[in-house]
């Protein structure tokens, strides 16, 4: 389709979900966790991925190997398990999911997978691991892409996004951005990083880490929580094929720079409220039309104090808000995914999640917290996203 | 809406080339020779350059060649402009750097300074920092420079408006090997307003690999 074509009466729909994480390996499962108030962080005694205590949210290896041994045996019986790395066990799990629930096919020339991590392979990088199966390329994270996307024998190679933290929800836009201007019909948006030394020593070394399981929004609050998860979310123009009922659209979205420093918000919080007010604008809303927020608060002092400032500033603050990181960390280039299909997920099972971990107003903007569970009708979601490198971003789920 | 490659650089085998003439060779032995002696030989005065790792000065001496000396994106409003990059080793490098710093554990010092650079988009951040550059910007990590996502990708931001001007392009650097090739696109209307249409290279796929390639248009 031309450069000059008219596409703005595309519609592009959100479909089934997967996500996993600590609270288990389905969005189905999160859901029922959440609602249970299950926490998935606990504190790591110490070992390979860290020297001393701290606390972290790890997928259970033992069930990731049982189900991905199985998954092996029923569809490609002829591999061995010593092929795959962990982060592509659940990456092939995940984006499994949600093909077995939606009715995209994979291969169609008209389908597109775009991945969201910031490490791949993590556990590649220097070399330390041999196993002769695993070719140590794969730790390029195009190549990590290809080896996804030709197991799943997709007809176009993966789209790979590395942006921080915003990767997730960068990555949702981008596959909306892509469908609306007509260059592919279905996208496969997956992303995820698993854990090892290399990622909590590094946010250790920025002291970002809290010793408790992290307080987003909370005035105690003191680091982030690192979480290992991956998730996967369908985007398609065709609302028939996503394998969900409701018809809920990427209505917005955009993503800015703050120009201002490579590890840390600018603090006014301008360049993250310019993200929201696009969004919001490009969605045709007003901010009261907004009816819950799933906020990025990673628990950190700064950032969440960036967070409530932009909020507030584009006249959010009265606004029904959660991090889902209270419950299985900052799952880092997964974040954005999950916590959209979570969100997704508030929308279409009308209950919004209370925000563990916070318990008193933290911030100096007051924004609306969520202290418990509720029962509440969802039309318009936005969510929101910062990170390192000064990258916002944000954007807006519609029910119509 | 005709999209242009209004502006465009290049860096590889020791030699700068801007707008397709080549305007520096370098004897340096070495990435960072070569990086150190492009910040004098371009005068340029940041302190900030000695503390970046060599994917980041890349890029940042990338836009310094590709803007020095013009107002090109000046002239829009800094959340207008976009930085859209590819590379294939995303920042290798510097992992490399952190995970050997960690694997002793009686040397166990992981350092900020370098822990900050295991994440490709730190370039966008450092080119965003120098240039006052607010808008869209994404970092894509493919085998090869790719224009067909970048055609794709930035067509979509000026069609509905979220960019009026995109900086683009390539910054691959790992070891010893690097490479840029960095772009301007600005589109019909504002190219008029500003200046009137000169003989600038229409943004398409076969063009941008051609201009990457050194073949003329």
């Known amino acids: 389709m031309g450069r000059n074509g008219s596409q703005l009466m595309v519609d592009v729909f959100v479909g089934a979900s997967n996500t996993i994480t600590s609270l288990g390996f389905s969005t189905a499962e999160h859901v029922k966790q959440i609602k249970a108030n299950q926490i998935g962080i606990s504190i790591y005694p110490g070992g390979n991925l860290s020297p001393t205590p701290v606390p972290l949210s790890l997928v259970d290896n033992r069930q990731l190997l049982d189900l991905f041994r199985e998954y092996l045996y029923k569809t490609k019986p002829d591999l061995q398990l010593d092929f795959f790395t962990r982060s592509e066990m659940l990456h092939i799990l995940s984006i499994a999911d949600v093909l077995k629930s939606s009715e995209i096919n994979v291969k169609d020339p008209r389908t597109l997978i775009i991945l969201s991590t910031l490490k791949g392979n993590m556990d590649l990088i220097g070399g330390d691991i041999c196993v002769p199966a695993i070719e140590l390329d794969r730790v390029y994270l195009w190549k990590w892409g290809e080896f996804l996307g030709s197991f799943f024998n997709s007809s176009n190679k993966p789209i790979v996004v590395s942006n921080a933290c915003i990767s997730g929800v960068l990555a949702i836009l981008i596959g909306s951005r892509l469908i609306k201007a007509g260059r592919y019909d279905h996208v496969i948006v997956a992303g995820g990083d698993i854990l090892t030394e290399f990622a909590v020593s590094g946010f250790q070394s920025f002291q970002s880490l809290s010793p408790k399981p992290c307080k987003p929004f909370d005035a105690a609050r003191d680091g982030l929580s690192l979480g290992e998860g991956c998730g996967t979310i369908i985007l398609s123009r065709h609302h028939s094929l996503c394998g969900i009922p409701e018809k809920i659209v990427v209505a917005g979205g955009s993503c800015t720079n703050d120009a201002h420093h490579i590890s840390g918000p600018l603090r006014t919080g301008e360049s993250f409220y310019v993200a929201i007010r696009r969004a919001l604008r490009e969605a045709s809303l007003d901010p009261r039309d907004i009816d819950y927020i799933s906020a990025h608060g990673t628990g950190t002092d700064y950032y969440d104090e960036t967070e409530a400032k932009a909020l507030s500033w584009a006249g959010l603050e009265r606004v029904p808000t959660n991090s889902f990181k209270g419950y299985f960390g900052h799952t880092l280039g997964a974040a954005g995914i999950i916590e959209s299909a979570l969100a997704i997920a508030s929308m279409r099972n009308r209950e919004i999640f209370r925000s563990a971990g916070f318990e008193n107003p933290g911030t100096s903007q007051q924004i609306n917290i969520l202290t418990d569970h509720a029962v509440k009708e969802v039309n318009h979601c936005l969510k929101t996203a910062s990170g390192f490198g000064g990258c916002n971003a944000a954007a807006v789920f519609k029910k119509i | ?217």
């Open chain 2, 1 to 217: 809406m005709e999209l242009f490659i209004t502006r465009y650089m290049k860096l590889q085998d020791h030699r700068v080339s801007l707008n397709g003439i080549v305007e520096h060779a370098s004897e340096a032995e070495s990435v960072d020779a070569l990086f150190r002696s492009l910040y004098r030989y371009y005068h340029i005065d940041y302190p900030k350059f000695s503390k970046m790792d060599n994917l980041c000065k890349l890029a940042f001496l990338s836009a310094e060649i590709l803007l020095q000396g013009t107002d090109v994106i000046q002239k829009y409003p800094a959340e207008q402009i976009g930085i859209i990059l590819e590379n294939a080793s995303s920042s290798l490098d510097y992992d490399q750097k952190h995970q050997e710093s960690i694997r002793d554990r009686n040397q166990y010092f992981p350092s900020p300074s370098v822990f900050v650079y295991t994440i490709p988009n730190i370039m966008v951040a450092e080119i965003a920092i120098r240039h006052k550059v607010k808008g869209e910007n994404t970092v894509f990590i493919s085998e090869q420079f790719d224009p067909e996502l970048i055609d794709h990708y930035v067509s979509e931001l000026f069609r509905n408006q979220r960019v009026s001007c995109c900086l683009a392009g390539w910054i691959e650097c790992y070891g010893d090997h690097y490479q840029s090739f960095l772009f301007v696109i600005e589109q019909e209307d504002n190219i008029k307003r500003f200046e009137g249409l000169q003989e600038y290279v229409i943004l398409n796929p076969l063009n941008m690999e051609k201009l990457y390639k050194g073949k003329s248009i």
